[in-house]
């Protein structure tokens, strides 16, 4: 009995130690909502924190951030278009299973440096690994979902930010992202790795929440919830405002 309770107090100091030794991200926001209105043009979030540890830095390796914000996934058809007798037509088609709508990654060292390629494939982190494509039967899918990336690149939906996470003294680090205007409302998922020679040693996660208010959201909920009388309000206001643009021209032709 005595040689059982000697291990088990052996296995509980050194996990205590692990525990002593471990890394953990104390995470804040600038704001944890963002709030879409007709006037809305983006918004950037500033991303904040400290490293929270129970003993001296290590020094075998230097201490790196990297941080991910994700929007909603969804699926993607994505679609070739070849000319055919002098017109373009679309042709072969790929689905895209889960792609997310907005993604965006901000690292304190160029990213090969501060995530290794397994850390990457286990945790999915870098662009192309955060989507998703299976069973497609289309050669050359590879192609289509690297189309789908960079058309999200240029309208600055996706984006790859080396260098742009501030670490000061191995503790406090600090980026800013910026969301584009074209957001759709969902939970953006926030992910936060703490690394040291390219292996992920803590992690954070949180949401922020994107959402429609004010005219924009009862405009929203009535085309979802009530989509006849949401109809009949789009036909009045446009026959209104062809009516007053018509009133509007008389009166100038008059004068």
Request: with cysteine; glycine share 6%; proline share 3%.
């Amino acid at each position: 009995m005595s040689l059982l309770r000697l291990i088990f107090f052996t296995i509980c100091a050194m996990l205590s130690a692990l525990t002593a030794t471990a890394e953990e991200v104390v995470l804040g926001l600038s704001q944890d909502r963002v709030a879409i209105t007709a006037t809305f043009d983006g918004s950037e979030i500033l991303i904040f924190g400290a490293v929270k540890r129970e003993s001296p830095i290590a020094t075998e390796a230097p201490l790196e951030v990297v941080v991910t914000v994700a929007g909603p996934s969804e699926t993607v058809l994505v679609r070739r278009k070849d000319r055919e007798l002098g017109i373009w037509v679309n042709t072969e088609a790929v689905t895209v299973d889960s792609a997310p709508s907005f993604y965006a990654v901000a690292t304190s060292a160029p990213f090969s440096e501060a995530l290794s390629d397994t850390e990457d494939l286990r945790h999915k982190i870098s662009i192309n690994r955060a989507i998703r494509s299976v069973g497609a039967t289309v050669e050359g899918a590879q192609s289509f979902t690297d189309a789908l990336m960079r058309i999200r690149e240029e309208k600055g939906l996706y984006s790859l930010q080396e260098n742009t996470v501030a670490v000061d003294e191995q503790t406090l680090f600090r980026t800013a992202l910026r969301m584009p205007a074209d957001l759709i409302e969902g939970h953006y998922r926030t992910r936060i790795f703490l690394t040291r020679a390219g292996r992920v040693v803590s992690q954070y996660e949180t949401v922020i929440e994107v959402n429609k208010v004010g005219m924009e959201r009862f405009l929203f909920n009535l085309s979802r919830e009530q989509p006849a009388i949401y109809g009949l309000l789009a036909l009045v206001i446009a026959v209104v405002s062809g009516w007053g643009a018509a009133a509007g021209f008389q009166l100038l032709r008059a004068r």
